[in-house]
């Protein structure tokens, strides 16, 4: 006799439960709606300028004309993508005449980060995944997604708004041999907290005596102190290091966002090895990557010109936002720690009351953790801005 069944069961996604839904985009709607002239919006993390917009770059805005007119078709291409497009980059990341780590194209760095971890779980199923607190939100899931464990670290500390390093360093000693150390190159999200350079060496050697593999997610080179200093803590490790991975990100320096460009790069004594198995993992979970946005950023970094035009817009972009860092921190001795911290965001020291109270009473929207996204003020509005947050700080 057959067993009676439900119709839930039945139902191939019943067992699926509800996931909470991205509190960022719950941000923005909320945003929209208020109609407050004063309102400021300091959540979602995307570079904004004077004017408050997103611009698509200038030399992104001509290597896509050139694009469009130089095109002759749409054919695939591998799973490797744009192989031109991850040569060049390789040297704004690694810098000229460096030695290569074997690199693919990826759909942002969401989808390096992912290849990354796909490859490890291929390989070592068993390693577990280190990340500082705070991070970026979508870390942990990017790894436990793709089977791995993770394990936290302290990181940073908000009540002293400074990195915790002996905290970290002390929590990496369970740590063991073959587990991966998550580090974020520059402009650390969420806290603008970037490793100095005798801490980046500590770790270089903490890796090499206890044989950790350094996972660096760089995902906003040029928008710290330039784009040689930005990726100079990830270079040096490399140098010290047999093994590392690099996730790396063009939607923020290059505009791209919503185009989904981005690279892995993977250093290891077994190149060949590691180079057949991404293409592989790649082709079962993307087959190949979306082609506009790496080859516009090809065209603009193989031209001199518009090379020139995108370093100088980048320059201008994070001026902008160090100027902004610089009022912030004179304007208040709690924001003080936010001057030297690098990259477009900072975590304030509230609580989710005061953020609460902040947006209802002030108009003034960031992310529930106290996270602002600097670019989102102006020289205008920080009076304001500094203003509502004072009673709260
Ligand atoms: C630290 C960090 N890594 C990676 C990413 C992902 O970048 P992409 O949009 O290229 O996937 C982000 C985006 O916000 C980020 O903040």
Redesign the pocket.
Known sequence: MLMQESVADREIFSRLAIQPPDALLGLIGLYRADRRPGKIDLGV?VFRDDAGRTPVMRAVKAGEAKLLRDQESKSYLGAEGDIRFVELLAEVAFGAGADRPVGIQT???????RLGAELIARSRPDATVWIGTP??P??APIFREAGMMTRTHRFYDVASAAIDFDGMIEDLREAKAGDVLLL?GC???PTGADLNSAQWQEIGLLCARRALVPFI?L??QGLGDALEADAAGMRGLLDMLPEALV?Y????NFGL?RE???ALWVQSGAAELVRSNMLALARSLWSMPPDHGAAVTRLVLEDDALRADWVSELDAMRARINELRSVLAASHPRLAAIGDQRGM?ALLPLTPEAVDALRRDHGIYMAGNGRINIAGLTLETVPAFVAALASYL
């Open positions: 993390g759909p942002g760095g969401t989808g390096a980060l991070t970026w979508n870390h974020h402009c650390h999200n997610d995902a906003y996730a990100s063009c939607d923020k966002y989904r460009v981005g965001f």
